[in-house]
């Protein structure tokens, strides 16, 4: 090797050093600890001395746990809801603006800003929008003839709640991912294929669904992992109530480390969402890239 | 009429409804930030306040606000600053030299889908040994760590899209690796920059999981600052609605200046 690509090297591990090391220090190094603090049987709650137990914690919490697995269960089926409602509606708005080119610019901006506020905030709209009393939702809906529920205190709605704070929030994201996605089609493509014939629901399926999903795929897969990590909605509306019945799995680990000091069997937890989170990006990308490639 | 101005105008009818769904929780929350004290409990509810009442916002910021800000934006900034310092160099390292080639650079946005539970139990325990928790040093380094890939991501991308030859250029002219990135190519991706810059500040302002966690009577970040005002005995709806407006304005900022950033910023530069 010469001198010059020497030197090349060692001025780019200088430079990514600094950053590399943060980052592993503040992931790898906790992530090892907690690892292994998940074999033992380490608690605050009880004084006992520290154990190494093994497996039990991850045994005890896939099979005996009811509680850990109808959270797993709700948080996933909020995810595939999720996506999918945000998804569709996202490509709806998406279709609207694709066909307005004047105004776009300016409508944009208003549309967007669910999305970039503080999900604390969009919380706090939620716990008065959804208020059963004084609240304005159930004000309309009195105006139609049809009582509102109590939203965030009954066990039938509070999920519901939540969901729909999320999807406000987040729908305009995925409009914007599916518009620049919608927006990458390449002219003459979509040309030719009309006039093949194709159009309506061929024209969807062959040629758009294949186009935009790999790039739309990204904002999809992101929505979908924060989906799976909600909390910060979970915390300020419901606190994962009434009973627990909106609990997420992450605030269940929240409550399992911080509440009930349970930081063993919290770290249990954590790892099988890090596994989860991990196979559903991996086959998402899979499934993403396959479809892409046709 | 014509059939096509007819959909046109059912497609702006459509785009209206969506704005007003969209916006109404903004406007909901800009009205009871106004409504005096009496006004959150009627049925109906006041939709629009008949004497705008401004008392909420001092009293608001008297009430923890203004240290909610303060605390805040001292966190955003010095996260954002070190997020650009060092993610900058790394992500010019990372697009023109391929450090580590594709595994460093996947192990970097691996890093931003994270849960971020599974990393704060164990950082909680470190830091409590370390003094860290409720301290501004501690909430910094956490969403330096949640800012770092973001930036490097989003840089790796614009640096990427730099004509090599000005640095070849400049490279055959004598001058240095470092002079060339801090001369040249630093300059060029100003607006990759900027677009960090903001991004970074307001993902560490808007966060709330590693702030109700690592905050306490020391620092208070606004959401958490929020959070406590909502979970209170006595609800202050007419101050946390005036402390909620002010935490959303920089992100109202970001919406209405940076949009044709947003999507670049919000898919962590997978879609320009």
Known sequence: ?294 | MSKRSVIDLLKWLAIFAVLIVLLFPIFWIIASSLKARGEFFTRPPVWVPANPDWLNYPDSLRRGGMKGLIDSFTIAFFSMAISVVLGAPAAYAIARFQVGKKNLAFWILSIRMFPPIATILPLFVIFRFVGLVDSYAGLVLCYTVFNLPFAIWILKGFIEELPREIEEAAKVDGATRFQIFRNIALPLTAPGLVVVALFTFIFAWNDFAYAVIFSGSNVTPLPVVIAQFAGGHEILWGQISAIALIAILPALVLATFLQKYLTRGLTMGAVK
């Open chain 1, 1 to 294: 090797m010469d001198r010059s690509q020497h030197h090349e090297r060692t001025f780019a591990r200088l430079m990514v050093g600094p950053a590399v090391a943060l980052l592993f220090l503040m992931t790898i190094g906790p992530l090892l600890f907690s690892l292994v603090v998940s074999f033992t049987n380490l608690q605050f709650s009880t004084p006992q001395p520290m154990r190494w137990v093994g497996l039990d914690n991850y045994l005890t919490l896939l099979f005996n746990d009811s509680r850990f697995l109808t959270a797993l269960g709700r948080t996933l089926g909020f995810v595939l809801a999720g996506v999918a409602v945000q998804t569709l509606f996202g490509y709806f708005i998406a279709w609207l603006l694709l066909h307005v080119n004047r105004f776009r610019a300016f409508v944009l901006g208003p549309i967007l800003i669910p999305s970039v506020i503080s999900s604390v905030v969009a919380g706090w709209q939620g716990r008065m929008i959804f208020n059963a009393s004084y609240g304005p939702l159930n004000d309309v809906l009195a105006h139609v003839g049809v009582k509102g529920p109590a939203w965030l205190a009954l066990p039938q709605t509070a999920l519901l709640s939540v969901f729909i704070t999320d999807t406000w929030q987040w729908t305009p994201f995925l409009a914007l991912v599916i518009l620049a996605a919608l927006q990458s089609q390449p002219q003459e493509l979509l040309e030719a294929a009309r006039l093949d014939g194709a159009h309506g629901w061929s024209m969807f399926r062959r040629i758009t669904l294949p186009l935009v999903l790999p790039v739309a795929g990204v904002g999809i897969l992101l929505r979908g992992v924060d989906l799976f990590k909600t909390f910060d909605l979970v915390y300020i509306l419901t606190q994962g109530g009434p009973g627990n019945s909106s609990e997420t799995l992450t605030f269940l680990t929240y409550l399992q480390g911080f509440k009930f000091f349970n930081p063993s069997y919290a770290s249990a937890m954590s790892f099988i969402q890090l596994l989860l989170v991990t196979i559903m990006a991996k086959s998402y990308l899979g499934l993403v890239n396959r479809r892409g490639a046709h």
